[in-house]
T-cell receptor, first 117, second 112 residues
């Protein structure tokens, strides 16, 4: 069964550094998402992406964050200047978006644990 | 925006007994309600979902009920097993492929 994949599984960085988290959504899916989960807390929405543009973003997704689909398979989240409070698990997700019976079911990747020192 | 409340935050159940987790949502336009199971350090895994045109859905030992009038939905796990131990999250969204708003999670522990 196709799955969302993410790399790296764990990223350690110094405060102020830029990081890029990578995701490969399920191949025929049209909607892509980033969520984050601070340790022990709930999953929080960051941004959704469709047709090569952001379709929705949360208050968390400020100017320090950006997303990109650089090619036909990858979807990336960039944090320009990391802060201590950016330490969290970042999950990528994707959904079909084709109007079928499971069109809006979101499938999550394994996550990238970001640690900012 | 949408707000999803989830109770209880922790639940311990004897193996073989049933477990019930409840969620309420605030936006009456929400129409899709998935439940995710998350084991320690792993991805949220979809276990069952329900749409607003249905009142109940069952898949083997797992069932979900939806009360649109009261704006709440519940997860029921029967004949619980040790491998059911995990954190369970409910979620909601309004339509299309919008963001999911998650509840705060329930840590379910099955006591052998």
């Amino acid at each position: 069964e196709p799955e969302v994949t993410q790399t790296p599984s764990h990223q350690v960085t110094q405060m102020g550094q830029e990081v890029i988290l990578r995701c490969v959504p399920i191949s025929n899916h049209l909607y892509f998402y980033w969520y984050r989960q601070i340790l022990g807390q709930k999953v929080e929405f960051l941004v959704s992406f469709y047709n090569n543009e952001i379709s929705e973003k949360s208050e968390i997704f400020d100017d320090q964050f950006s997303v990109e689909r650089p090619d036909g398979s990858n979807f990336t989240l960039k944090i320009r200047s990391t802060k201590l409070e950016d330490s969290a698990m970042y999950f990528c997700a994707s959904s079909e978006g084709t109007g079928g019976p499971n069109t809006d079911t979101q499938y999550f990747g394994p996550g990238t644990r970001l640690t900012v020192l | 925006g949408e707000n999803v409340e989830q109770h209880p935050s922790t639940l311990s159940v004897q193996e073989g007994d049933s477990a019930v987790i409840k969620c309420t949502y605030s936006d009456s336009a929400s129409n899709y309600f998935p439940w995710y199971k998350q084991e320690l350090g792993k991805r949220p895994q979809l276990i069952i979902d329900i749409r607003s045109n249905v009142g109940e859905k069952k898949d083997q030992r797992i069932a979900v009920t939806l009360n649109k009038t009261a704006k709440h939905f519940s997860l029921h796990i029967t004949e619980t097993q040790p491998e059911d131990s995990a954190v369970y999250f409910c979620a909601a969204h309004r339509f299309g492929n919008e963001k999911l708003t998650f509840g705060t999670g329930t840590r379910l522990t099955i006591i052998p």
